[in-house]
């Protein structure tokens, strides 16, 4: 994993690791996400072509300016970042927010995307009977101005970095015994430098009420762009996902049924984490399905 910066109208911090043939794959995490999330998934996925994942403004090690997480900005940040590292169409794999995120790119530049991956995409609102009464609580309160702030400081100022980054891997679903060293230590290394960054705990907020707000108001127009992609699109869903329940996987697969669904049982919300191998052996069968 080689560590680089771009900057496109805004520092971008990202991971290039290798890979094979003209096809680029470029990996979106989620919200509280980084480029770690796919540190073990992406050496699996280099045979497929030269493999980058990159951390989104405000998270990770890109900075952050007001305005700059909410998903309109994000998006159009990730539009700069794929003109400036490929002068053809990439394959976008993006896990949650980075699946809202993802999409969005396809449907309004599709010039860009050859082909879409939607890990535990953020796509439609979960209906709450679906949802753990303490998640529900969670986001509610994280996407309230001021609040969310104030309980996340509150909560930095008594959980180590590592106990807080290791709860956040468990509520995704992973057992933390079978994860590999490495990559934990990596997760670990990065929340210790994010406490000590001022606009981390700013930059959550605003693009998890940014994403909240977007799946609340603007359902119709996130319709919309989902019947807008024309590329060839893969929804990946672990079936044990607590943040984003299988069933709204579902109802994306239902208003687009050209695309393909590939449910994982036993797997949460980043699958690429629990189970790198399973996620590479599908990631690939995919792509000999669809010829790419």
Known sequence: MELRTIDTGG????????????????????????LCNWAAAAPRLTHLGQVIALDLAGFGRSPWSPGAAQISSQRALLGRFLKAISPYPVVLVGNSMGGMLTMLQAAQEPATVAALV???????????????????????????????????????????????????LRLCGLDLRTM??????????????????????????????????????????????????????LLMQGLTDRLVPAVTTRRAHQLCPAWTLDELPGQGHTPMLQNPDLFARRLTSWFQTIGA
Do not use: N
């Open 118 to 168: 939607l890990v535990c995409p953020a796509l439609l609102l979960a209906p709450l009977r679906t949802m753990e009464r303490e998640i529900a609580a969670f986001f509610a309160l994280g996407a309230t101005p001021g609040l969310g702030e104030a309980l996340a400081r509150r909560r930095q100022r008594h959980i180590p970095p590592e106990k807080a980054v290791s709860q956040m």
């Open 180 to 233: 590999d060293p490495h990559v934990l230590h990596l997760h670990h290394e990065l929340a210790r430098e994010r406490y000590r960054m001022p606009w981390a705990i700013p930059a959550f907020h605003e693009a998890s009420r940014s994403l909240l707000m977007r799946l609340i108001f603007c359902s119709r127009e996130v319709r919309q762009a989902m019947r807008a992609v024309r590329a060839p699109t």
């Open 11 to 34: 520092l971008v911090h990202y991971a290039y690791f290798g890979g094979q043939g003209p096809r680029t794959i470029v990996l979106v995490h989620g919200l509280g996400g980084s």
